[in-house]
């Protein structure tokens, strides 16, 4: 079993950076991946970035490169992701999710255990 908890969300304006973190207990994050999905009220959760690993590869969706940056911490077992620039659109709850090295893709049904969530809303 793994837990995992987010924090770091909050209420911004356009152009404002946040930084959400995800504690990891249960496991060693370093063998395995994590990503950040998305939620905006009415859609689909989607797919933000993953990493694997706390300093393996990272892949990022369309909307969030060159804004958003993840990456982790072996010590705290926490991965992160810097998001810069916020814009409306980026209003959502952010959910972190843990999953198997191998099994790394943008499909929400490949990540095993899932955080509760953290809102982050950007206003203009």
């Known amino acids: 079993q793994v837990q995992l908890v987010e924090s770091g969300g909050g209420s911004v304006q356009v152009g404002d950076s946040l930084r959400l973190s995800c504690a990891a207990a249960g496991t060693p994050l370093r063998f395995n991946a994590m990503a950040w999905f998305r939620q905006a009220s009415g859609k689909d959760r989607e797919f933000v970035s993953s990493i694997r690993g706390t300093n393996g590869p990272t892949d990022y969706a369309d909307a969030v490169k060159g804004r958003f940056s993840m990456s982790g911490d072996n010590a705290k077992n926490t991965v992160y992701l810097q998001m810069n620039d916020l814009k409306p659109e980026d209003t959502a709850i952010y959910y972190c999710?843990?999953?198997?090295?191998?099994?790394?893709?943008?499909?929400?049904?490949?990540?095993?255990?899932w955080g509760q969530g953290t809102q982050v809303t950007v206003s203009s």
């Open positions: 999710a843990f999953g198997a090295w191998a099994r790394v893709t943008r499909d929400k049904e490949s990540w095993r255990y």
